[in-house]
């Protein structure tokens, strides 16, 4: 069941909208929940569905299309880095073998401990900060080295 506060969110994020578009808000209701719960089950992608008033499946083809929204658990922080063609000729390869290396895991597991999951993503649209990476969706760190990693990495813990 949404809790009080994420109705209340998702009911701002309605005013931007329509009335009668409710399913416009998909979107931010969804990482609304995934934000609070950590990842998105199917339960909650149809709590989100039925209270905007849209067809399960509707939400599930978003939730399943974007690939900011988690549909398993993820670690504490989800550290997703850029491997696409501009980050990958700056660099982006000794990010990943040092990332690997570091917190020992591959791409899409959990660490031991539960804190990372490393994530490869696609294009996020700052090639001019290559190689970058972002920590759950919302803090991008551009320019990277492995020192600046070890730095993040440190920070987090």
Not at 42 to 67: C, D, H, R, W
Not at 106 to 115: A, L, M, R, S
């Amino acid at each position: 069941m949404l809790s009080q506060q994420i109705i209340e969110k998702i009911d701002y994020e309605l005013t931007k909208y329509p009335a009668d578009q409710r399913q416009a808000a998909v979107m931010s209701a969804l990482r609304l929940v995934q934000t609070e719960r950590g990842w998105l089950s199917k339960e909650s992608i149809a709590e989100v569905a039925q209270y905007l008033g849209m067809p399960e499946i509707a939400a599930m083809e978003v939730a399943t299309f974007y690939n900011m929204y988690d549909l398993v658990p993820v670690g504490k922080y989800k550290v997703t880095v850029c491997t696409n063609i501009s980050c990958m000729l700056r660099g982006s390869d000794e990010i990943v073998n040092h990332l690997q290396h570091k917190l020992g895991v591959g791409f899409n597991e959990i660490t031991p401990d539960g804190k990372f999951c490393l994530k490869e993503g696609e294009c996020m649209g700052c090639c001019g900060g290559a190689p970058l990476m972002h920590v759950n969706n919302t803090q991008m760190h551009e320019f990277l080295t492995t020192e600046s990693v070890d730095a993040i990495l440190e920070g987090l813990k």
